[in-house]
Structures are given as structure tokens and as C-alpha cells.
């Protein structure tokens, strides 16, 4: 089986690394120092007619969908990993709205997120093992024309930059079972504050901070689905993140296998580039074969997730596939390079760039597991045969 | 096992301690400015554990290799960049205690004793894993040695009391031609760059720096001429453990912080199933393996017998146990680790596998004794199979 791309899905991935090589290459520092939202960059992102990729009826590029996307993510990957994080949350956002968003809810949302003139994001995790189990759970309580939304959600990606949040709160029944349910909740809205944003080790260009609810009301037409099916909506999103964190995983270790093979052409030990040496050709090689590997993966599902057929399964295991090789493979790459793949700054002795040491920083932050160590296994496990 | 005495224990109690009070608590600020960590040597100055490789005659504490390396441990533990801090100053000290003279040892042992440090500088633009391509020079001139050449990567540099340089006294015998230099610091001629911004072990000092007509005495010549890189390559062997010790200590801490995270976030009534429950037991496995690996090697050193590979394989193991361990426990802990603090232990690890002799030199090192060992009759078929 082969993977080929429709015609449309391939303008796509040209026009996406015309405009990773343009507009992110010259910047990809300043992006990695994290200061400001590229607020400019999502902006052209839209009018470029890459934000509302994963919603095809909307969508200005006919046959755009779920594998266009991926084009989208990996290519950006390749330059600024962190970049292609901003696109993908805002993507999920869009993903849940297209497929559990009420009529209203889509007219009024669906327009703006795909031309980039309002960025989403996703709220789903909390600081105990699942929503609602541990401190300060984000609680939904019940009152006239809609809900009260107080706690915490944590390590919110677009944190701060985003229009329009979905989160994931908690309904407490009288009977002393809960639900779990989806609510779109708008920046800016009273008693919703963006904690500081977090220092993360990568994937910088991103914004990530708790956010913290106090006395938030939603309407009843803010509620996504219905009531208690957030638990599904949820699962889903981790899921079909996983194939579009992945795609990223992909497009960072392309792009550094491609500078590390530079690099070895050139550095000569031994009276001969390295390049010449068995012991780095097997490194290229590994990192190579992983990452064919996990595109194979990645684009399989993605195909799954477009054409609607089950996923789960085979987007859990692109999660595993790349938890298991997607940091090894930048481990890998900075090793050929040495003393300039772990340089943050080229050194002044020396010219050329020096992007792994970013991109060992980046990598990690797109196979975190975020969900109890069994979570990937399990749902492998129960669909042998 | 290596069986620890009752005063091993003590000592490694007393760095534990140093290590929480002095170590722990400053390692992220320094981790983040990668400003050098000068205040360590102020804390660590009463206890005199910068000479803790320096014999007793000459002041020190006289530390066996074991013992260091216990202290070491600990120190990687707190954090990787300090302990390599102490480490790459031992690094210095191992050559002059292989090849210096009684006058040379007590001078440039001399700043240890009051938490001064020592570096050692090899390395140059083009001499990296091939460390015997180097272009730097040593030319008598009357009573003096006049060096010439680049250096970096060179750890301690831009903070050294002392150092041992490598430089050729007759580049046309090639690595049989480099001889090793005492320089001391404000040696005129030793133009030092500006540290390296580097991923990981960020506090921990890495500099360039360039000789250029600097007159070194001749009576700071280490050993004879062209013995240079025997002196290296004998320092290397003694000091490369050393990084083991850190790396395990690295290890160690890694897991310690993810089983600590995941008891707090998936408290008692979420016992960990097998799945978590054998992935914990793996890296323990792993380190555990790590550090008898690396106590191996200091018993084979203590005991006088040969250690070279064990000292390759010491240093190997260890270091990628580490980055393993790291990016596992990263995994596991998700974004409460990419967003903390615990980002620093995968960075550090990372730089571990290169410096010191990157694990690919190592491995050369550990193949070459691997398959020089068997000499059992090999057949002629095998014979014409080889070539």
C-alpha cells in the first residue's frame, strides 16, 4: 500500500514548506525564544488557507481534510515544530467543532477558525490522573440558562493567544456520579484567568499555562454535544492529536536527519568526512528508518481519520512508535554532530546554523504521554485479533 | 558488589548532605542564566572536596577512586553540571599525577586545596574524536616553550586555576610528536573566547581559547617530550568513570523525581498497574547495572589490574543509561516535566554521550578489545570468509 496525495493535498504540502522555508526559517530563533505570540505568523497562516484544513465543508481548498493537515504540521515541523503546535491545537478545537458542534455553534465559529480570524485551543488535562479526580478539578455546576464553570485546567496549549477555549469539565450529580462535558468558553470571559505561561523545554513558539476558572457562567447553547459525553469527545481528541503530534515528531526528525547527513559530509576526522564512517552512516540510517516508520504510521491514520473508519487503535500505536523512537532519533542526530549538535548558539569559531539542539528540545514535547502509562497498551492489546 | 566501609558511607552521607543543602536548590537558576557557578566553590571551600583527588602528602584528601566516585554520584544526582565542575578538574589533575614531578604536583595542586579548579585542554576545531589531528604548537625557545593554537570545548577553561595543554613539539612525528604543558592562569599569550551557550550542563564552564606566543617555562613540561598523548590518553582512561559516576547519579534522580510525580498524581488508590509498575522496574534494572558497571571499574583500578575497557564501557553505559532513563522518565511525566524544571536532566544527559570521548570513540576502544581476545583456532574456510 502506498500513500499517495491527491492533487490538492500536494499543493498543499508544496505551499506549506514555501512557507515554512519563508516565513519560519528567518525567525525560527526568535519563535524559539517564546517572548512573544506570533500573532503576525497565525495571521498569514489563515490567509494562506491553513487553518481550517481538517474541515472540509468549510474548507477554501477543495478535498482539503485530515491528511492535508498532516502535510500542514509536518511540513512546519521541519522548520518550527512549535509553530506547527499552535496549528494543531487550533485544530483540534476546529475537529471537535465540525464533528460535535451544534448548528449554532458552527455558524458561529467554524467561518472565523478557518480563516485564522479566531484561534482555538483545547483544555483537557488536570492535575490528577483524570478530570475530576484530583485537586482543583474544573466543576461544572448547574443554574438558571446554563452552568458555572470553577477549577483548574492545566498545560493549555495557546494558553493566552487562543479566541475561544473547549474545555473539559466535570458535572457532580446529586446520586454521586459525575460526567464529564465539553463547553466552549471565550476568552476574556469574567472570572476566566491565563496563569503565566510556562517555561517549556521546547516547542516554545506555543504558549502553555494553566488556566483557572472562577465562577465562569456558560450558556446552555456553550455546551458541546450533550451533557455527559465529554469523556467520549475527549478520548477522541487525544487520539486524533496523537496521529497530528506525531506528524510533527516526523517532521522534526526529517529535517534533522537532513542536517546531520550535512554536517557529516563536511566534518572530517580521520583525514575523511564522517560521513564515510560506518559507525554514522548506521546512526543516519536508524533515524531514517524510524522516521519512514512512523510516517508509514502516521499516514495510515491519518487516512483512517479522514475517511471516518475507526482509528483508535492504529493512532495509539503511532503514539507508542514514536514514544519508544521519537526522542532517540534527535538523541541520535546531536551525536553525529558533537560539540555543534548540543551548541543553543553557533559557536564564533564556527559558521553555518545549528537548529538540533532545538530540535532535541522539540521532539520531546510531541511524544509526552500525558495519560496514565498503561493508556496506549491497553487499547492496543484489547484490538489483537 | 563493592562492599562500602562504615567511613565510604560517611563520606557519601556528607556529600548527600552538601548536595541538598548546596547543590539542589541552585541547580535551575544556573541551569537557566548558564552563568558559571562560582558560588559552589565557595560552599564546597571548608570541606576540601576540590582536593579530593589530590593525594594527602600533597594536602588533599586522598580519596580512592571508589570513594570519589561515590562523591560523584551524588553530585550528578544534584545536578550533572556542577558535579562536572569537580570531575574535568580531577580530568586535569590525573595527568600530572601520571607524568609530574614532585614540584610540579605541589604547584598545580595547589589552588585545589582552596576550592580552586583545574582544566584540561585537548581539544581543538579539527581534533576532535581524531584528537591526534591537532595544529597547536610548542616550540623551545632558550629556556622556554612558546605555544601556539586553538583549544575548545575546553571544560573549566574560562575559570582554571591551572591547566594541562596539549601542543606538538615535533608535528612531523605526528601524535608521537605532542607533548603536555602546565599553564597557569594569566599566562600571557592565553586568549580566552566567551563560553559556549551550550544545551545541556549549561553552568558548567566550556570555553575556546587560542595560545598565541605564549612562553611557557620548560620546567612545565609534563613527562618527557612527545608523550603527550600517552599522558592523554592515560588521563582519559583514569577519568572517563568519572562521568559514569555522574551519569548514574543523573540516572538515579531522574527516576526518583518521576516516581515522586506519579505517586502525586496517581495517589494510592490508582496503584500502578504492571505496565508502569515493569517500566519503573526496567530503569532501575538499568541503573542499577550502570552503577555495579562503574564501581567495577574503580575496583579493577584500585586493585592494579587493567581497566581500560572497563573504563570505555564505564563511561559508555552510564551515559547512555542516563539520556535513557531522562527521556523515559520525560515521557512518563509529561507536560508537568516538559514545563518544569526536569527538561535539565535530559539536556545534560545529552552532552554526557559526547564529552569526555564521544560514545562512538569509546565503543571503537571497547571493540578492539573485544575482538582481539579470542585467539581459538580459526579455520581455513572462516580465514577465506574474513577477507
Not at chain 1, 500542514?72 to 478545537?93: K, M
Not at chain 1, 510556562?198 to 504558549?207: K, Q, Y
Not at chain 2, 541538598?20 to 541552585?26: D, E, V
Request: charged share 20%; aromatic share 6%.
Amino acid at each position: 500500500m502506498t500513500y499517495p496525495l491527491t492533487e490538492a493535498q500536494s499543493a498543499i504540502a508544496q505551499h506549506a514548506h514555501e512557507f515554512a522555508d519563508g516565513y519560519l526559517e528567518p525567525i525560527v530563533a526568535d519563535l524559539d525564544r517564546g517572548v512573544v505570540f506570533p500573532k503576525a505568523l497565525v495571521a498569514q497562516l489563515g490567509s494562506d488557507n491553513f487553518l481550517g484544513l481538517v474541515l472540509p465543508a468549510q474548507s477554501p481548498i477543495a478535498g482539503a481534510g485530515f491528511v492535508g493537515h498532516i502535510e500542514l504540521v509536518e511540513a512546519l515541523s521541519q522548520s518550527s515544530a512549535g509553530v506547527a503546535s499552535i496549528v494543531n491545537s487550533h485544530a483540534l478545537f476546529a475537529y471537535a467543532l465540525a464533528h460535535w458542534g451544534s448548528e449554532a455553534q458552527k455558524t458561529k465559529y467554524l467561518p472565523a477558525l478557518a480563516k485564522g480570524e479566531k484561534l482555538g485551543a483545547v483544555a483537557i488535562m488536570e492535575s490528577g490522573p483524570g478530570p475530576g479526580l484530583g485537586p482543583n478539578p474544573l466543576l461544572a455546576t448547574r443554574q438558571a440558562g446554563g452552568y458555572r464553570l470553577d477549577g483548574v485546567k492545566t498545560f493549555v496549549r495557546n494558553a493566552g493567544a487562543a479566541d475561544v477555549y473547549l474545555v473539559f469539565a466535570t458535572i457532580q450529580f446529586a446520586d454521586d456520579g459525575n460526567g464529564l462535558t465539553g463547553f466552549i468558553v471565550e476568552a476574556g470571559s469574567k472570572g476566566l484567568t491565563v496563569g503565566p505561561r510556562l517555561e517549556t523545554m521546547g516547542l516554545r513558539a506555543c504558549p502553555v499555562a494553566h488556566l483557572e476558572f472562577s465562577n465562569v457562567v456558560v450558556a446552555e447553547d456553550d455546551v458541546m454535544g450533550t451533557e455527559n459525553c465529554g469523556g467520549v469527545i475527549a478520548t477522541q481528541l487525544l487520539s486524533v492529536g496523537s496521529v497530528a503530534e506525531a506528524a510533527q515528531t516526523v517532521g522534526i526528525a526529517r529535517a534533522a536527519v537532513k542536517h546531520a547527513a550535512g554536517y557529516a559530509g563536511h566534518r572530517v576526522q580521520f583525514r575523511h568526512p564522517i560521513a564515510r564512517l560506518q559507525a554514522v552512516q548506521t546512526l543516519l540510517a536508524d533515524i531514517v528508518t524510524d522516521s519512514h516508520m512512523a510516517w508509514l504510521g502516521v499516514q495510515h491514520a491519518a487516512r483512517l481519520i479522514e475517511e471516518e473508519a475507526p482509528f483508535e487503535p492504529e493512532a495509539a500505536m503511532v503514539k507508542s512508535f514514536v514514544g519508544r523512537f521519537g526522542s532517540k532519533m534527535l538523541i541520535d542526530a546531536v551525536q553525529i554532530e558533537g560539540g555543534m549538535g548540543i551548541s543553543e548558539v553557533a559557536p564564533k569559531h564556527i559558521s553555518g546554523s545549528y537548529p538540533l539542539a532545538r530540535m532535541f528540545r522539540d521532539i520531546a514535547g510531541t511524544t509526552l504521554l500525558d495519560a496514565p502509562a498503561d493508556f496506549t497498551d491497553a487499547l492496543i492489546a484489547a484490538n489483537v485479533a | 558488589m563493592n562492599a562500602i566501609s562504615p567511613a565510604q558511607r560517611d563520606i557519601q552521607k556528607a556529600a548527600k548532605d552538601f548536595v541538598a543543602k548546596n547543590i539542589i536548590p541552585r541547580a535551575a537558576e544556573f541551569d537557566k542564566s548558564g552563568a558559571f557557578h562560582s558560588y559552589l566553590l565557595d560552599a564546597a571551600r571548608p570541606s576540601n572536596i576540590f582536593a579530593m583527588a589530590v593525594p594527602q602528602e600533597y594536602g588533599g584528601l586522598g580519596f580512592s577512586p571508589l570513594t570519589q566516585a561515590l562523591v560523584l554520584e551524588e553530585w550528578g544526582y544534584g545536578c550533572a553540571a556542577m558535579g562536572t565542575t569537580l570531575s574535568a578538574s580531577i580530568l586535569s589533575m590525573e595527568s600530572v599525577l601520571i607524568a609530574g614531578n614532585d614540584e610540579q604536583k605541589r604547584r598545580f595542586f595547589k589552588p585545589m586545596l582552596t576550592a580552586g579548579i583545574g582544566a584540561f585542554a585537548l581539544t581543538e576545531p579539527d581534533a576532535g574524536s581524531d584528537a591526534g589531528a591537532g595544529v597547536a604548537t610548542a616550540v623551545k625557545s632558550g629556556g622556554d616553550y612558546v605555544l601556539n593554537g586553538p583549544k575548545c570545548w575546553i571544560t573549566n577553561g574560562g575559570e582554571a586555576s591551572v591547566f594541562v595543554i596539549f601542543a606538538a613539539t615535533d608535528p612531523a612525528k605526528g601524535v608521537k610528536g605532542i607533548s603536555a604543558f602546565i599553564v597557569e592562569r594569566g599566562q600571557q599569550g592565553l586568549i580566552m573566547g566567551d563560553r559556549e551557550e551550550k544545551l545541556g550542563l549549561r553552568s558548567s564552564n566550556t570555553v575556546y581559547f587560542f595560545l598565541k606566543d605564549a612562553r611557557i617555562p620548560a620546567k612545565n613540561l609534563l613527562g618527557k617530550e612527545g608523550e603527550g598523548m600517552k599522558i592523554a590518553m592515560m588521563t582519559l582512561d583514569l577519568a572517563r568513570p568519572s562521568i559514569g559516576a555522574l551519569a548514574v547519579g543523573l540516572a538515579q534522580r531522574c527516576l526518583d523525581e518521576c516516581v515522586k510525580h506519579l505517586n502525586q498524581r496517581f495517589p494510592e488508590k490508582t496503584y500502578p498497574g504492571q505496565t508502569l509498575q515493569f517500566k519503573l522496574a526496567d530503569m532501575q534494572i538499568a541503573i542499577e547495572g550502570a552503577r555495579e558497571a562503574q564501581h567495577h571499574t574503580m575496583a579493577l583500578r584500585e586493585a592494579g589490574l587493567p581497566f581500560s575497557k572497563e573504563s570505555a564501557i564505564a563511561k559508555t553505559l552510564c551515559t547512555d543509561v542516563a539520556m535513557s532513563i531522562a527521556s523515559q522518565a520525560m515521557r512518563l511525566m509529561g507536560s508537568h516535566a516538559y514545563a518544569g524544571e526536569f527538561g535539565k536532566f535530559m539536556r545534560d544527559a545529552k552532552v554526557m554521550q559526547i564529552y569526555e570521548g564521544t560514545n562512538q570513540i569509546q565503543r571503537l576502544v571497547i571493540a578492539r578489545s573485544v575482538l582481539a581476545r579470542p585467539k581459538v583456532a580459526v579455520s581455513a574456510a572462516q580465514k577465506a570468509g574474513a577477507k
